[in-house]
């Protein structure tokens, strides 16, 4: 939403000529370095009057087209000192307060191309977390906080991590799977390398947040247990490990109250069960009120002050709002700020190291790349092949698919594909979120330059008979399927669309030598897998997605990544979300705050609902395993061009660690992500194992290590709903350890005091 609303704010070279990083600095006992970021906080506040205080906590609304406005009327002047981008709160230049510059930034910085900027488009998040490595999420991200400080940004509204409950889900690409300790833990390394960078980092969408199409209006239903123990404690890993500057309240309700508002996940867990300081930023229109939002939790609302401009104001001058709990929401903006460095260090625009954002960005695709199926080891291809290779379908020809919606990373020199016009009936947001976008980099010229003697040849794949006639020609075919995702709305199914399932099939059924490569934000249904001889997961790649894809195809990379989420066979296999209740549509509604009094083509059906999710706590691999459901292809599941040994299982329970011995038993060197999991005692009453922990271990064909990894406490302990406390169960802990959730060779025992 904000990609598409604040990418079309008027940006103006020569403001922002005047104010690089908004009004110049002001002396003030505030302004000392030397003192912590609270009392640098304190010290602001103190210096604050009421309206200043006000400003500090909301946007300055939307302004739209040429003359800026939905409404016709020309925009303040001081929107003319905005950068362009997500969002924008003028500073005070009596106190030194820099403008805060805020931009949409999880997969790189958006709406760079229509600011006349260049942005890095990496990976989608998915990819990111499929690489299991912490050390790649912070240099991933703060690649990503450096453009935006190199663009005049200071707080970046990327840092999604909602657990992938539902596979159908939109924006599943931008998150970071459906483990807690997986995502929470990535979280963390992400949002630390925003913030090296002097750029206040966010996580979001804080939470429950499953589902795109009835994202405003859905009401979360699930026991606090299940809650705390799946999306809470992701959460709760990325911001004690993480710390990041703020944090994003999301669009549903949870347990009938506006996450926004929301008393229990605001105030009484973030704040202070988990003791954090930072600022809580509404979601672009989902602030409601003004008294209930500021009292239960909400610091700052965005992108407008609909109801923490004037009202918020005269709320506290009634005593409705305590003039403490408003100097409470402007020292954590200001705290934030100060931790960041953004009063010491102001953003000086400049050209973004290009070169730089491609070594990340190809490192980060390649090190995301799941290889799924390699029967009879077709994969890696010989560089020194001849003979014809038929590439098929895709766009490969053009370029390399992304995801749509607010982590859309305007694609340098333009799109590579030419967009299918609109389907009959669509809105404007369906047309902006749903457009697919293609980065220049072409598998094809990547493939051709790779297999110098061979002869490459591309077919578009729409005439599927024509298709299968060139792979029948061919020693190899190579299939590029895609899948287009985007906020904004989900997948009816999992099946890939455009009859690219008849596509893969039929060239299957002409050359058995065939290779499909998986280009999607999301799991994928295979029917056509037991036909095909090799099937790789690219995810959304990326600016150098083609040239990622064809280092892994001809083994100058060996793939390491592995599944941060089940693929399922079928839907009939996840776990049904219950409609408790749906009270009878209200028909076409403005969009709350978000577009009051906008035109129609901005209006939607609303429904409000009642949402219950049965799986509670058992999102993802674990309701396959407590069902006994197989799937497709289970969570941390990925192979290799070399093989691993798993021997040596100890247990030590005093030090909470799992120690053993992993060799490459392969002709190649590779790296193996190593997992370990637990199940609990018998007492806790669960049919299904816990990721505890794991290591990447890279080694040379031959080579043994000894692997140590450390468990995570709190995937040893159950939430205590009545206690409101984590406890460790009694009982006889069962530890294994392997390469998936479902391949550990591995297992032994330990007691816990």
């Known amino acids: 939403m904000r990609w598409f609303c604040a990418g079309i704010l008027l940006f103006s070279s020569f403001a922002m000529a005047q104010f690089p990083g908004g009004p110049p600095p002001a002396k003030g006992p505030w302004s000392n370095p030397k003192l912590p970021p609270e009392e640098r906080a304190r010290l602001l506040v103190q210096a ?63 709406g760079g191309a229509r600011m006349g900027r260049y942005s890095t488009a990496m990976p989608s998040a998915l990819a990111l977390a499929s690489s299991w490595d912490p050390d790649l999420a912070r240099e991933y991200a703060a690649l990503i906080g450096k453009e935006l400080r190199d663009q005049g940004f200071n707080i970046t509204l990327g840092g999604g991590m909602n657990l992938t409950r539902e596979p159908r889900n939109g924006r599943n690409f931008e998150y970071l799977g459906e483990d807690p300790l997986l995502a929470g833990r990535m979280a963390a390394h992400y949002v630390q390398g925003k913030q090296s960078q002097g750029i206040v980092g966010i996580l979001k969408h804080y ?36 710390q990041p500057g703020s944090v994003m309240c ?46 239960n939790g909400l610091d700052m609302e965005m992108p407008g002050d609909t109801f923490f401009g004037e009202a918020l104001k005269a709320a506290v001058e009634k005593g409705e709002v305590p003039a403490a709990r408003l100097d409470d929401m402007v020292q954590r903006i200001a705290w934030a700020l100060f931790r960041a460095g953004v009063f010491d260090r102001r953003p000086q625009r400049q050209v973004p190291d290009i070169f730089r954002g491609f070594e990340v960005a190809q490192k980060a695709a390649e090190a995301g790349i799941v290889l799924l199926k390699n029967d009879r080891a077709i994969l890696p291809l010989d560089p020194q092949m001849k003979g014809a290779i038929a590439v098929i379908g895709g766009h490969a020809d053009a370029g390399v698919l992304s995801g749509g919606g607010s982590a859309q990373v305007d694609p340098a020199g333009g799109n590579a594909v030419t967009p299918p016009p609109p389907k009959p009936g669509s809105t404007l947001l369906d047309m902006i979120f749903g457009t697919p976008v293609y980065h220049r980099s072409a598998p094809l010229k990547a493939i051709q330059a790779m297999a ?9 794949g729409k005439d599927i008979a024509g298709a299968a006639s060139l792979a029948k020609s061919a020693a190899l075919a190579i299939v590029f399927a895609v899948q287009h995702t985007s906020e904004g709305k989900d997948l009816a199914s999992l099946a890939l669309p455009d009859r690219q399932e008849d596509l893969i099939a039929a060239v299957a059924a002409a050359n058995p030598r065939t290779v499909v490569v998986l280009e999607s934000g999301t799991a994928v249904k295979m029917p056509w897998l037991g036909r095909v001889a090799a099937v790789v997961e690219a995810w959304y790649p990326g600016i150098r997605g083609g040239e990622a894809i064809a280092n892994v195809l001809f083994g100058r990379v060996n793939p390491s990544g592995k599944l941060a989420i089940t693929f399922p066979k079928s839907e009939d296999d996840l776990a049904q979300p219950r409609l408790v209740e749906q009270p009878p549509a209200r028909g076409p509604q403005d969009m709350g705050p978000m577009f009051p009094g906008g035109p129609a083509m901005l209006r939607v059906n609303t429904r409000q609902f009642d949402l219950e999710y049965p799986e509670g706590a058992r999102a993802g691999y674990k309701w396959f395993q407590s069902m006994k459901r197989e799937p497709l292809f289970p969570f941390g599941y990925g192979l290799s061009y070399t093989s691993f040994a798993y021997s040596d299982l100890r247990v030590d329970a005093a030090r909470r660690e799992v120690t053993f011995t992993l060799r490459n038993t392969g002709q190649r060197e590779g790296a193996e992500v190593a997992q370990v999991y637990v199940q609990l005692p018998a007492s806790a009453g669960e049919e299904f194992r816990r990721l505890a922990g794991w290591q990447k271990v890279t080694l040379k064909p031959g080579e043994s290590r000894t692997v140590t990894v450390a468990l995570h406490p709190l995937t040893l302990a159950v939430f205590d709903e009545k206690a409101n406390r984590w406890d460790t169960p009694r009982g006889t802990f069962r530890v294994f350890a392997g390469g998936s959730s479902a391949d550990t060779p591995l297992s032994g025992e330990m007691t816990l005091p």
């Open 48 to 110: 604050m009057t009421l309206d200043e205080k006000i400003q500090m906590v909301h946007g300055i609304g939307w302004f739209f087209g040429p003359d800026m406005s939905f409404t016709g009327q020309a925009p303040p002047p001081i929107v003319y000192r905005s950068n362009g981008g997500g969002g924008f709160i003028p500073g005070i230049p009596r106190l030194g307060v820099p403008d805060l510059q805020l931009n949409d930034a999880m997969v790189g910085s958006g």
């Open 207 to 242: 939470a429950l947040n499953h589902q795109e199409s009835g994202r405003y209006f859905v009401n979360v239903r699930m026991p606090r247990k299940g809650a705390r123990e799946s999306e809470l404690l992701a959460f709760e890993i990325a911001v004690k490990e993480g």
């Open 250 to 295: 999301a669009y549903n309700l949870y347990e009938g109250d506006y996450a926004c508002e929301n008393a229990y996940l605001l105030n009484e867990v973030l704040k202070k069960e988990w003791g954090w300081q930072g600022f809580v930023m509404s979601d672009w229109g989902a602030t409601h009120s003004t008294v209930k939002a500021a009292v």
């Open 452 to 460: 110098a003697n061979a002869k490459v040849s591309f077919h578009d």
